[in-house]
Each structure stands twice: as structure tokens, then as C-alpha cells.
């Protein structure tokens, strides 16, 4: 069993950037891949960015592309997203997933209780 828990959601104008964390505990974290997925009101959850184990493959979603920075830090049983460049678009409940794979699949098999990012035009 793995626990994940988000932080670093909020409000932001268009334009800024938000530094989101995810804290893991419970499986051997460098083990994991793990992702971050967004769910806008209203529609399906949605891909953002994906990192392997050991941090060396890392896909992201088209939307988020060259905005978007996926890292982790296994010393610390973290995963990080650094989001610069945010349009009101971007607004959704981030989530952060483990998989029990090591390279990213795409697909969350634990996941963390979301949080809140809101970019105001």
C-alpha cells in the first residue's frame, strides 16, 4: 500500500507559476514511477507528466509541454511539479499517482487526494 499526499495548490493570476509537492510512504519509493493527472470540472482526468524511479525517463502531456517540469527526490520520497506559465486552462484538481511499475505507464495503481490549482485570467 502506498500514501500520497499533495500540497502546494492554489490561486494564481495568468501568466504565474505554482510549485506543486507529493509526499510518499508506504512501498520503496525510487521503485515507483510516478505521475501527476488533472481533473477540470467537468471533464475526464487528463495526463500531465509521468517520471520513472530512478528520474532519467519523463514524458509529459501536450498541453503542458516546455511549461511543465516533472522531478523527484528519492532521498526525500517526493515528487515534484513546477508549473510556470499558467492559463486559466490549467485549472483543475491536480493529482499525484504512484505506479508499481519503475518507467512511467501512464497509469495511476495509487493515488492522492488532489489538490486544488486555480489560475484566474
Known amino acids: 500500500q502506498v500514501q500520497l499526499v499533495e500540497s502546494g495548490g492554489g490561486l494564481v493570476q495568468a501568466g504565474g507559476s505554482l510549485r506543486l509537492s507529493c509526499v510518499a510512504s508506504g512501498r520503496r519509493f525510487s521503485s515507483s514511477a510516478m505521475d501527476w493527472f488533472r481533473q477540470a470540472p467537468g471533464k475526464g482526468r487528463e495526463f500531465v507528466a509521468g517520471i520513472s524511479g530512478g528520474g532519467f525517463t519523463i514524458y509529459y502531456g501536450d498541453s503542458v509541454k516546455g511549461r511543465f517540469t516533472i522531478s523527484r527526490d528519492n532521498a526525500k520520497n517526493a515528487v515534484y511539479l513546477q508549473m510556470n506559465s499558467l492559463k486559466p486552462e490549467d485549472t483543475a484538481v491536480y493529482y499525484c499517482?504512484?505506479?508499481?511499475?519503475?518507467?512511467?505507464?501512464?497509469?495511476?495503481?495509487?493515488w492522492g487526494q488532489g489538490t486544488q490549482v486555480t489560475v484566474s485570467s
Open positions: 499517482a504512484a505506479e508499481m511499475s519503475t518507467r512511467p505507464q501512464r497509469r495511476g495503481d495509487y
